[in-house]
């Protein structure tokens, strides 16, 4: 059984590590089984499609998942865009919400 994930979809994320170390993209899906994310623009990889009804073969351009080790959430402070960790705390009716360790705000 997979942990909770910290990034979900629709975040704006930064790859710390790997060949794309420092791009930034958003979420497009969350893969909590794998502990992935597939991030826009990033782990970009060539995929040879066979000819279907309807589609033409060839080769595309996808992305692939990254894991999610190698990518921290980027938050505003200050109108400049910072890359953070993720904590969690309970408000007054025990809903668990998402904090930026390095700002201290709610995402």
Do not use: C, W
Request: no cysteine; aromatic share 2%; hydrophobic share 35%.
């Amino acid at each position: 059984m997979a942990n909770s994930m910290k990034i979900k979809k629709g975040d704006l994320v930064q790859v710390i590590t790997g060949k794309d170390k420092g791009k930034q993209g958003k979420v497009i899906q969350a893969l909590p089984a794998e502990n992935k994310v597939l991030v826009e623009g990033v782990n970009r990889v060539k995929k040879h499609t066979k000819p279907g009804p309807g589609t033409q073969g060839g080769i595309v351009t996808v992305e692939a998942p990254v894991h999610i080790s190698n990518v921290q959430l980027v938050v505003e402070k200050d109108g400049k865009k910072v890359v953070t960790r993720v904590g969690y705390r309970f408000d007054d009716q025990g809903n668990k919400i998402r904090v930026a360790k390095r700002t201290g705000e709610d995402i």
